[in-house]
């Protein structure tokens, strides 16, 4: 398939700019990749949708402030946003500015910061900071929430929470897993009455995930890289919840990737590592049954991803419905629940 097939057309109008007043208000629209049907509903009604015994698997990574504003020591401006922290002084992070730094220049945060350019990697530049506090916590002194491109505001404290979902325990991510941002504790509370399982993935967000992909060959395209960890007791969850006939729901592409990463041959291995996996239609799923997400940017991986999951035909008319319905799309946007499409046997 080509980039071109993963296009759609989406009035501005539709993207949301702010979250609804409550977290559980967004609309859902039901995407049944068995029957191929699609309903509208709400997502306060989740928990009616579940079934005793289903295991919702969450992405418990939390969002870091990743974005610094600077100078070079030459006096040019610069924007950092912090892609990875790697160990306590040194981090990988896109720079912004009139002319790429060269390795062994210096830069400037917050006027007190110095951070030195070691290497470059693709577009991702290598910084080594000088300050005794390790990274980490320097961003949380003086960064900036880095809220998506498309939402047009400055990061307010409201964002800090909003763009946060309530469980975020572990930082790491640039980008929300945004599925889970219609979460509140009344909902987890009614899961668990209604016996509806949890667990919890980790894998770090990046700013890849915004990226359209540019080539229009899928097979070109070169997939970015994040880092995940599979708990044993996710894996005893998920193998409990199959024992019993439960549904492995994922809440997030991100935990689909995760998960879909770590498994071989139906089996699957906890643990931490790295995945570049690139879901494309005839992907062939071996352990999430149900994917609760967003909608997805125009030509993006996500988009190829939840086609792959739910059928091409039917994700096409999914999003042609919610644009004509008016769904509110991408990072503060409605919902979809998509049960996957039947698989052919290899």
């Not at 219609?182 to 909902?187: A, L, V, Y």
């Not at 091409?312 to 419905?321: M, P």
């Amino acid at each position: 398939m080509r980039t071109d097939d993963f296009d759609f057309f989406l009035p501005d109008t539709l993207i949301a700019q702010f979250p609804t007043h409550q977290r559980r208000a967004s609309r859902l629209l039901q995407v049944n990749g068995k029957k191929g049907e699609l309903r509208d509903n709400l997502f306060v009604n989740l928990p009616q949708l579940l079934l005793p015994g289903d295991l919702l698997i969450f992405n418990d990574t939390r969002v870091i402030k990743a974005r610094l504003h600077g100078r070079k020591d030459s006096g040019g401006q610069i924007e950092a946003l912090v892609e990875r922290v790697q160990g306590e002084h040194e981090a990988l992070a896109h720079i912004r500015a009139s002319k790429a730094p060269k390795p062994g220049s210096r830069l400037i945060f917050a006027d007190t910061i110095e951070a030195e350019v070691i290497a470059r990697q693709d577009d991702l530049f290598l910084l080594h900071f000088h300050n005794p506090t390790p990274v980490t916590e320097l961003l949380e002194q003086v960064g900036f929430l880095p809220l998506p491109p498309y939402i047009q505001h400055n990061p307010s404290d409201f964002d800090e929470n909003r763009y946060q979902t309530i469980y975020a325990r572990e930082p790491g991510a640039v980008a929300a897993p945004t599925a889970g941002l219609h979460f509140d504790e009344g909902m987890l509370a009614e899961l668990t009455l209604n016996n509806i399982n949890v667990a919890y993935i980790t894998l770090h967000v990046g700013s890849g995930t915004f990226l359209p992909v540019r080539v229009q060959n899928l097979a070109d395209h070169k997939m970015h890289s994040e880092r995940y960890l599979i708990p044993q007791s996710t894996v005893n969850a998920i193998e409990q919840a199959r024992a019993s006939g439960g549904r492995i729901i994922a809440v997030g592409t991100t935990v689909l990737r995760a998960l879909e990463s770590a498994a071989h041959l139906g089996n699957l291995v906890a643990g931490e590592n790295e995945t570049s996996i690139f879901i494309t239609p005839g992907f062939q799923f071996q352990i999430v049954e149900s994917l609760l997400t967003n909608f997805h940017l125009p030509k993006s991986t996500l988009l190829m991803l939840v086609s792959a999951f739910g059928g091409v035909d039917l994700l096409k008319s999914a999003y042609l419905h919610a644009v004509k319905e008016k769904y509110r799309f991408f990072s503060y946007g409605d919902a979809m629940l998509i049960e996957r499409q039947p698989q052919s046997r290899r």
